[in-house]
């Protein structure tokens, strides 16, 4: 079974600020995806980026990149120039290339931007 | 385009009690997923719909849960003689089509409060 592990259960910045959330988990596929979702005071689950761990490339969506490591099995996100609006859970998740698509997700970290 | 609704937003119910919760997905997506969010368990899988393929069923906890996915589209997930430990959020998510890594877009989620 896979597993996540954020070792992070809250960080807090200032705006303006670069932050790094931590990742990791534990698979014995070679093909996966991994995911970071935002889910602010409202519930909703936002999709943050998406990395495919065929790719070499580290992904990036503006402010946001991950440092994908898959020989030590991290992923790892960065937000630069954090936002009041960058407040939120973050998720990291986990999801095999093959089967069911289910995502498996880790605990979560809380995030806060300070003004 | 309209994302995933859920109804309701919120329920509170007694224990004992049937609750039915509804998803409705983005229109076109042909899979889709009830995930259970709570504080001692975090986010977790619980059943899986493709097309017509039979449900993935693996994750539901107990037999007092059940869900089904009218005409390919609506998705209404059951609990029968709800317990406290039932209290949570629910959240549904779609995807487009039966691919690998595909994107789960996530509705609001129902919040449910077992007296």
């Known amino acids: 079974a896979q597993t996540v592990t954020q070792s992070q259960p809250e960080m807090s910045v200032q705006e303006a600020e670069t932050v790094t959330l931590s990742c990791t988990y534990d698979?014995?596929?070679?093909?996966?995806?991994l995911f970071w979702y935002k889910q602010p005071p409202s519930r909703q689950m936002i999709l943050v980026i998406r990395?495919?761990?065929?790719?070499?490339q580290n992904a990036t969506e503006n402010r946001f990149s991950v440092n994908f490591q898959k020989a030590a099995k991290s992923f790892s996100l960065k937000i630069s120039d954090s936002q009041l609006g960058d407040t939120a859970m973050y998720f990291c998740?986990?999801?095999?290339?093959?089967?069911?698509?289910?995502?498996?997700f880790g605990q979560g970290t809380r995030l806060t931007i300070n003004p | 385009g309209a994302g995933v609704s859920q109804s309701p937003s919120n329920k509170v119910t007694e224990k004992g009690k049937d609750v039915e919760l509804r998803c409705d997905p983005i229109?076109?997506?042909?899979?889709l997923y009830w995930y259970r969010q709570s504080l001692g368990q975090g986010l977790e899988f619980l059943i899986y719909?493709?097309?017509?393929?039979?449900?993935?069923k693996s994750g539901l906890p107990s037999d007092r849960f059940s869900a089904e996915r009218t005409g390919g589209s609506v998705s209404t997930l059951t609990i029968q003689r709800t317990q406290q430990e039932d209290s949570a959020v629910y959240l549904c998510?779609?995807?487009?089509?039966?691919?690998?890594?595909?994107?789960?877009?996530f509705g609001p989620g129902t919040r449910l409060l077992v007296l």
């Open positions: 698979t014995s596929e070679s093909n996966y995806y």
């Open positions: 998740a986990f999801m095999k290339g093959m089967g069911a698509q289910k995502l498996v």
């Open positions: 229109s076109g997506h042909t899979a």
């Open positions: 998510a779609s995807s487009k089509r039966r691919g690998e890594g595909e994107t789960q877009y």
């Open positions: 719909f493709q097309g017509n393929s039979a449900p993935d």
């Open positions: 990395q495919e761990a065929y790719k070499q």
